[in-house]
Nanobody, 122 residues
C-alpha cells in the first residue's frame, strides 16, 4: 500500500511562490506516474500537472508558472508554483498510479494524499 503526504501549502500574496512536496511511503514508486490536482470550494477536482518516466505535462492555466519535479531517491514529487494568482487558491492533492497514463483524469489514479491548502491573497 502506498501512502502519500503533501506539505508546503500556506498563505501567499499574489505574485508570490510556494513549493509543495508529496512524499510517498509504503512502497518504492520511482517509476509511478505522479499527478497534482486541485479543488476549490464548490468546484470539481482539476488537473494541474503530471510527471511520468518520460514526460511532464501541465494544465494550460498553470503552464509557464508551475513546474513538477521528482526525487526518485526519496520518492518525493515537488510542485514549484511561481507568480501565483488568486485563482490558484485551492486544496492541492498529489496522486500516484503504477500505470502509464495520460495523467489528467483523476479516476486513473490509485493513491491520493490528504491535500494541502494553498491560499493566494490579493
Amino acid at each position: 500500500q502506498v501512502q502519500l503526504v503533501e506539505s508546503g501549502g500556506g498563505l501567499v500574496q499574489a505574485g508570490g511562490s510556494l513549493r509543495l512536496s508529496c512524499a510517498a511511503s509504503g512502497h518504492t514508486i520511482s517509476s509511478y506516474t505522479r499527478g497534482w490536482f486541485r479543488q476549490a470550494p464548490g468546484k470539481e477536482r482539476e488537473f494541474v500537472g503530471v510527471i511520468s518516466y518520460a514526460r511532464t505535462a501541465y494544465a494550460d492555466s498553470v503552464k509557464g508558472r508551475f513546474t513538477i519535479s521528482r526525487d526518485n531517491a526519496t520518492n518525493t514529487v515537488y510542485l514549484q508554483m511561481n507568480n501565483l494568482k488568486e485563482a490558484d487558491t485551492a486544496l492541492y492533492y498529489c496522486a500516484a498510479t503504477h500505470r502509464s497514463i495520460d495523467g489528467s483524469n483523476p479516476l486513473e489514479y490509485n493513491y491520493w494524499g490528504q491535500g494541502t491548502q494553498v491560499t493566494v491573497s490579493s
